[in-house]
């Protein structure tokens, strides 16, 4: 499944140099690795957040590089690290402490119901719903 997004309006100029692949492709490889080492985390706990294989993150950080298609089309791999991402910098913005993100993502939350981090390594929709809960409770100040 790919997402499409929707076409620009006619007579729109667009800026071919806005989205260059490689570097998307970078920058995607350096949040992972800011996320991986602000939460102290292994590949193995990176992959069972993304849903893929290990040696596929290890690969990915290695070399720097995080395939990313067009910005008009996601694939699935590449919709999940954007998630995770987002997730990254929300609770960056709620607590700017690394340790007590990843006291949040590791604590039961009545609200939740659950460890978030056992939320999101359940499925990709865990963690997209810990992501929108996170979304939420920065919304209403909570």
């Known amino acids: 499944m790919t997402i499409?997004?929707?076409a620009p309006e006619k007579g729109t100029v667009l800026?071919?140099?806005?989205?260059?692949?490689?570097?998307a492709s970078h920058a995607v490889a350096e949040a992972l690795v800011f996320l991986k080492k602000s939460w102290d985390?292994?590949?193995?706990?990176?992959?069972?957040?993304?849903h893929?294989?290990?040696a596929t993150v290890n690969s990915w950080l290695r070399a720097g590089r995080v395939p990313v298609e067009?910005?008009?089309?996601?694939?699935?791999?590449?919709?999940t690290i954007l998630h995770l991402i987002a997730l990254h910098r929300s609770l960056f913005a709620m607590f700017s402490v690394p340790e007590r993100?990843?006291?949040?993502?590791?604590t039961r939350h009545p609200v939740l119901?659950?460890?978030?981090?056992?939320?999101?390594?359940?499925?990709?929709?865990?963690?997209i719903y810990v992501r929108r809960y996170l979304d939420?409770?920065?919304?209403?100040?909570?």
């Open 15 to 23: 800026d071919k140099t806005a989205f260059h692949k490689e570097n």
């Open 52 to 54: 893929i294989p290990r």
């Open 4 to 6: 499409a997004l929707p």
């Open 136 to 142: 939420y409770a920065r919304g209403r100040g909570a």
């Open 113 to 127: 119901g659950e460890v978030p981090a056992d939320i999101m390594r359940r499925s990709v929709e865990g963690l």
């Open 101 to 106: 993100q990843k006291a949040w993502l590791e």
């Open 41 to 50: 985390l292994s590949d193995e706990q990176v992959a069972s957040f993304l």
């Open 70 to 79: 067009s910005p008009g089309l996601l694939t699935p791999v590449t919709e």
